[in-house]
């Protein structure tokens, strides 16, 4: 006797085993779409398939027959949202209601096949955006199937890192590594379903990962700029108090404030010390950038782009700055045989993966210059007038010319001692004829004297008796 009930027992709980183990387990999230897999084995061009909802003889949803002819329903509550893709059934839009079991009927046997469409539901609090250092909590909820153990539950952060498990929700403190889409991965019987939350936590767009490198002759953009899915109004939701610009100057650590943006509509900057820097127009497009159209020296530093909240928290992106410059020794005017040395530089040794390229003036051909075209230092021992102009510099990296700064040498001729020698003759030779000159004229003045003389005598006679000698 007991051995018969152990054994019905055995058998009823067979057949329910076998009963609930082709129950198919689909999760969707309300406003997914969701497909109902029909099986494998189904020859779509020999069987008719029915799709109810909840019972055998509930609404008919859909059915297909064997030519590839097919109907849904016209039911309000479906109407437009099923569709059938082969023999399995598609649901746009799930809805709230559509949550239940599904029964896939075919002629060929008349076995059933039953899909449970389980809710999942994703959340994350407090609502985005969020300020760094919020605590964000993620929820993902996963509907069970009565007397049935859970999904398997794991979240992937935005970068599609595996979080850690936990019972409840996750707890994470928002970084600008938490903005983006998490996405909730549910297992249940080796299938993986998944839900996505978008999370917005507010921020800089990143800062160039190099430094910015300008010249005398070169432009300079300082970057600095909201990402595109931020927007002003959020900012100020999240009660902004500042937006500015600070500058720590390379020699010298106190920091300049720039600019501060007035946030006031119109948003417009407010300079303090611009130091020729200009912003870019209409910050309402989200560009902070600070530009200018030649570099200069003082330009090298540290420029702050730094957004100030009133609960402390400040937002800030830093941009390095660089000036490329040459130098000529002993200066930029030679006279020709002179020793020339030029030095381009950053004012500190380049890294490795920084080249330079040295362009002498157009007209000098240096041939014994070739090979040094990527020092740093160039030495022209006896500079000629061939190397008179404009000389360039170019920082490179890779295939990308970074800035270029220039500089304009003069250069004078040297006289040589043939040419002393003709300046010496030919004044020499003046001087002779000027003397020449000098001693014709004083001859000529005394003929004139004599000759006056004697005219006299003979216009004014004297009388005669006085005059004898
Ligand atoms: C901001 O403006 C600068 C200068 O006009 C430009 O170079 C830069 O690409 C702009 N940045 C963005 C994010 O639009
Ligand atoms: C920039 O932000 C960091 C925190 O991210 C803060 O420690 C630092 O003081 C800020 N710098 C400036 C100049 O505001
Ligand atoms: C040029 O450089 C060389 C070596 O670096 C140095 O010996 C020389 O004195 C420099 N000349 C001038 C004019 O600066």
């Excluded at 390229?357 to 061939?386: M, N, Y």
Aim: with cysteine; proline share 7%; net charge positive.
């Amino acid at each position: 006797m007991r051995n018969v009930i152990q054994s019905a027992v055995l058998l009823l709980a067979a057949a329910l085993v076998s009963k609930t183990g082709a129950v198919e387990v689909i999760y969707a999230q309300v406003g997914e779409t969701a497909t109902l897999k029909a099986p494998g084995d189904i020859n779509i061009q020999k069987e008719y398939v029915y799709w109810h909802f909840e019972k055998e003889d509930g609404l008919q949803l859909a059915w297909r027959n064997n030519m590839g002819g097919s109907l849904t329903t016209s039911d309000e509550a479906w109407k437009g949202r099923l569709s059938l893709s082969g023999a399995s059934l598609v649901i746009k839009d799930v809805q709230q209601n559509d949550f239940g079991t599904f029964l896939l009927k075919r002629t060929g046997d008349s076995r059933l096949t039953t899909y449970k469409l389980l809710k999942l539901t994703v959340s994350a609090k407090p609502p985005s955006p969020l300020l760094p250092g919020d605590s964000l909590s993620l929820a993902c909820d996963a509907q069970t199937l009565p007397g049935h153990k859970g999904p398997e539950i794991q979240w992937l952060n935005p970068l599609g890192g595996k979080e850690k498990k936990s019972r409840g929700p996750l707890t994470v403190r928002a970084t600008s590594q938490a903005n983006g889409q998490w996405t909730c991965v549910v297992t249940y019987d080796k299938k993986e379903n998944k839900a996505i939350v978008s999370v917005t936590v507010l921020d800089l767009s990143p800062a160039p990962l190099h430094p910015q490198y300008t010249s005398k002759s070169w432009p300079l953009t300082i970057p600095c700029s909201l990402p595109a899915h931020i927007s002003w109004e959020q900012l100020k939701a999240k009660e902004i108090q500042d937006v500015r610009w600070d500058f720590v100057p390379e020699s010298g650590l106190i920091p300049q404030s720039l600019y501060s943006l007035s946030l006031e509509d119109p948003l417009t900057w407010k300079a303090d010390q611009n130091r020729g820097l200009r912003p870019v127009p209409d910050p309402k497009k989200k560009n902070l950038s600070l530009t200018r159209n030649r570099g200069t020296e003082e330009d090298e530093g540290d420029y702050v782009c730094a957004l100030e909240f009133k609960n402390g928290v400040t937002l800030n992106r830093t941009v390095h700055v660089k000036v490329l410059q040459i130098i000529s020794s002993p200066g930029t005017e030679f006279i020709s045989g002179q020793q020339l040395n030029l030095t381009c530089s950053l004012g500190h040794p380049l890294p490795s993966d920084l080249q330079l390229k040295w362009f002498p003036p157009e007209q000098s051909s240096l041939p014994s210059l070739t090979s040094d075209l990527h020092l740093a230092h160039l030495t022209i021992p006896e500079v000629a007038t061939g190397h008179g102009g404009k000389w360039r510099c170019e920082l490179w990296q890779s295939n990308t010319r970074l800035t270029s700064a220039e500089i304009t040498l003069k250069i004078e001729p040297k006289m040589s001692s043939w040419m002393l020698v003709v300046i010496c003759s030919v004044t020499v030779i003046v001087i002779l004829l000027l003397i020449l000159a000098f001693i014709l004229y004083r001859r000529r003045q005394q003929k004139m004297t004599h000759l006056r003389r004697r005219l006299c005598k003979c216009k004014t006679p004297k009388p005669k008796g006085f005059y004898r000698t």
